[in-house]
């Protein structure tokens, strides 16, 4: 999960998501970070089942916070499928 300001990371936080549960680990990196949940809407669902990444937006927030928006993905640190990757040594 990142936080997002003027299309810089302010904060993030990496999670564990078994068998693809989002919504435990979402709710998990935001008590992390001491944020309100946001409220997950059919789009957000949508999006996870085609590009496992969500984006909420301050709208999608009961409380203020401080950030233009909080990015959602999943990635599988283990998959040895290297066609998302730069070839950055530090890729491993």
Not at 16 to 29: E, K, N, R, V
Not at 79 to 91: E, G, L, V
């Amino acid at each position: 999960m990142k936080l997002m300001r003027k299309n810089k990371i302010s904060l993030d936080t990496v999670e564990p998501c078994p068998d693809g549960q989002w919504q435990p680990a979402l709710s998990a990196a935001c008590h992390r970070l001491d944020l309100p949940m946001p409220v997950v809407v059919p789009k957000h669902e949508r999006d996870w089942q085609t590009f496992r990444q969500i984006r909420f937006l301050p709208e999608h927030f009961l409380e203020h916070i401080p950030y233009d928006r909080m990015e959602v993905e999943w990635f599988d640190p283990d998959s040895k499928d290297t066609r998302h990757r730069s070839d950055d040594p530090r890729n491993g």
